[in-house]
């Protein structure tokens, strides 16, 4: 990966739908030389996928929360996985460090789903509380996925 490559990727990331020629024209290459680099990328496994982001309000899963999840005693990561897999309104989660032991991104149609949503990833028996924080509005998006 060279610096060409990174612009390339920094320009996808913000239009995945950008053309070859596009694309050239911002990073001084033929609209050739970026599809053979935009397939190498691919190839690589460097690009993993080309997808869209549907507004979650259209989607009808406007309403969302941040909940740190506190555990009894030890709990593996993937019994976490597990348990929180079991709930399709989360939508992102991931161990930390500090107090809690993850955190956790749900998403849903309003506040009784969302509290729904949060009363299932209560009762698992590793589960000792949560702590939410439900989102008011976004500042700043970025995607690295």
Avoid: W
């Amino acid at each position: 990966m060279d610096n060409i490559d990174y612009g390339i990727l920094d320009l996808l990331r913000q239009n995945s739908r950008a053309g070859y020629g596009d694309i050239g024209d911002r990073v001084g290459l033929s609209a050739s030389a970026v599809k053979r680099r935009v397939d190498r990328l691919v190839a690589d496994g460097v690009i993993r996928a080309f997808t869209i982001q549907v507004d979650p309000a259209v989607d009808g899963m406007a309403t969302e929360a941040y909940v740190e999840l506190f555990c009894r005693g030890t709990v593996a990561p993937e019994e976490l996985k597990r348990i929180l897999s079991q709930v399709p309104e989360v939508v992102d989660a991931s161990t930390v460090t500090g107090s809690a032991d993850a955190v956790v991104h749900i998403r849903s149609r309003d506040i009784p789903s969302l509290e729904d949503a949060l009363e299932r990833v209560r009762i698992a028996p590793s589960v000792d509380h949560t702590r939410s924080a439900i989102v008011l509005s976004h500042l700043i998006h970025r995607s690295y996925d």
